[in-house]
């Protein structure tokens, strides 16, 4: 009897046993999704392309155009000398500003001398120095500093018509080695047939160019 009620509680157990193992399932793994999913994927390189500005003009030829009602005020520049009363201004510049230009003239002088009188004016900067003086006074300091530009210049060259050659070449800016003498007083003495250039950069300029009405000047138009 004991053997018996042994078996049957053996086989209870065992039954027991397997179904409680047969309800046990292992845990799936979780599929990977948007919110799951351990890899991080970043935005794609941006490569950035850049077009060079391409050069349309050159600094050595700009267009000038003179404008009389020029905003920009410069600093006041003694006035072109008077011309004597036997001589006729025969061409003049009147505050036409140079940026890399050049124009030019001829005349056939046949009584010496020819008077070029110029002046310059613009070819001055002005640059603020700021300084910190707030461990004393607790107030900021600035001062002003005005220099030549070292790229400004205004030069006058008078050529034999014929040949080019060069007869007199002077003017201003130190750019030129010729200093910052303003105004300036030139003369040709010899008589021949010139052509007169003007060059100049950063500078507005102020001509006289004259000569003896004797001998040069047609009485009958004048």
Known sequence: MNEKLVVVVFTVA?????????????PKEAPL???TDKTTIGPPD???TTTPTPVYVTIETPYVTPSPTSAVTYRTIPT???VKEDYVVIYSIKDQPFFYSKSAVSFNLKNPPMLIDFTVSGATVTRNIEGD??????????SKTEYYNP???FEVTVREKSTGKIVLQDGFG???QYGTENPRHLKV???GDYLIEFDGNGVTANVNLSVKREGNINQSIV
């Open 80 to 82: 072109v000398s008077p």
């Open 46 to 48: 941006i490569v950035v």
């Open 133 to 142: 003086s707030r461990v004393l006074t607790n107030v900021w300091t600035s």
């Open 174 to 176: 130190q750019s030129k």
């Open 33 to 35: 999704t948007a919110t």
């Open 189 to 191: 003495f010899g008589a």
């Open 14 to 26: 065992l039954i027991f046993i397997l179904a409680v193992s047969g309800c046990i399932v292992p």
């Open 151 to 153: 790229n400004a210049y």
